[in-house]
């Protein structure tokens, strides 16, 4: 035998012996297989995160993180005093409409009159696709009262909003029915009601009903032709700038609420239908819009 085997055979012999001996203590045998690791997932791996951070930071540090955090907000503020514009104007300025001057002059411009047509009659096929596709598709197949309700608070409060605020008429405003057909849903002619856009706005909040159906295509669609339609809004100067970036927040805020409240909506939207039904004396088996899972049918209602 040689060296190598003798060596070889002693540690087997060794081992053996070691695991006999772990065997007469009672003391079990550690395993040295290493068991596969499981992936994290995003909670787990948020947790780690939030934990390593409170490990390195301590108390005191996180008082400092914070207060340097309200150092340079006070900062802010102080400087901020210095650097408010006192511009004196006689007329509103709007520099985004002023950066599009170019394309308002070429609709504007003689012999541009098919384009100046095209391109407002596109935009108006836009919001009339929008609104019977998703109007249709509300009547037949929606559960929810939050589209209507969105809509009514924003168109609502928008009409208090102009009987108060009257912005002046731009200089190179048009907005006059394209070759002379009639839209669905968009008055054309010489209207001051620039604060805030309720085409911007309407799409905006269409947009987000579309996104909370899952019909991801239709909400590109829609995103799309809101883009579009802001664009031609300020280069028709039909709207100013701020009218178009207000009604596209509020719209999203309106929304918003109505989603997070819309159990609630809906539960004032089905005692209202169901009000309506006894008043007429209806005895339809089904309410329009009604989500019968949440909302069944009693008896005496049916």
Same mark, same amino acid.
Not at 18 to 31: A, F, H, L, Q
Not at 49 to 62: D, P, T, W
Not at 155 to 167: D, L, N, P
Not at 246 to 269: N, P, Q, S
């Given at each position: ?13 060794? $081992? &053996? ?42 108390? &005191?540090?996180? #008082?400092?993180? *914070? ?9 802010? @503020? ?30 504007? /411009? ?25 109007? !249709? ?13 969105? @809509? !009514? ?26 070759? !002379? ?8 002619? *010489? ?7 309720? $085409? ?11 996104? #909370? ?5 239709? *909400?590109?669609?829609?995103? /799309? ?7 031609? @809004?300020?280069?028709? *100067?039909? $709207? ?21 409240? #819309? $159990? ?7 005692? /209202?239908?169901?009000?309506? &039904? ?7 088996? #089904?309410?329009?819009?009604?989500? /019968?899972? &949440? ?8």
């Amino acid at each position: 035998m040689t060296i190598e085997g003798e060596v070889q055979q002693n540690e087997e012999v060794s $081992h &053996r012996e070691t695991v006999e001996d772990k065997s007469d203590s009672g003391t079990p045998e550690t395993s040295h297989i290493s068991l596969p690791v499981q992936p994290e997932t995003a909670k787990t791996q948020t947790t780690d995160m939030q934990n390593e951070a409170g490990f390195y930071f301590s108390h &005191r540090m996180k #008082k400092l993180g *914070r207060f340097v955090i309200f150092l340079g907000v006070v900062i802010s @503020l102080v400087a901020g005093r210095f650097s408010v514009p006192d511009n004196e104007v006689n007329c509103v300025q709007d520099k985004i409409m002023d950066a599009l001057g170019f394309a308002n002059r070429f609709i504007n /411009a003689d012999g541009n009159e098919f384009w100046r047509s095209f391109f407002l009659f596109f935009c108006s096929l836009l919001l009339d696709v929008t609104f019977i596709v998703t109007l !249709g598709y509300w009547v037949l197949h929606g559960k929810s009262g939050r589209l209507p309700a969105s @809509l !009514g608070v924003f168109y609502g409060i928008r009409a208090i909003v102009q009987g108060f605020w009257t912005s002046p008429f731009p200089e190179g405003n048009y907005w006059y029915a394209p070759f !002379g057909i009639p839209s669905l849903v968009v008055p054309y002619g *010489r209207q001051s009601d620039f604060f805030f856009s309720g $085409h911007s706005g309407f799409l905006v909040i269409v947009a987000n009903e579309w996104h #909370k159906l899952k019909f991801p295509r239709i *909400r590109n669609f829609v995103i /799309a032709s809101a883009i579009y339609t802001m664009f031609i @809004l300020v280069i028709y *100067r039909t $709207h100013y700038s701020i009218d178009v970036f207000t009604g596209v927040v509020f719209a999203e805020l309106c929304f918003t609420k109505a989603d997070m409240y #819309k $159990h609630t909506i809906d539960k004032y939207w089905v005692l /209202a239908l169901l009000k309506l &039904r006894n008043i007429v004396g209806s005895k339809a088996a #089904k309410i329009p819009c009604l989500d /019968a899972e &949440r909302y069944p049918l009693t008896p005496a209602q049916v």
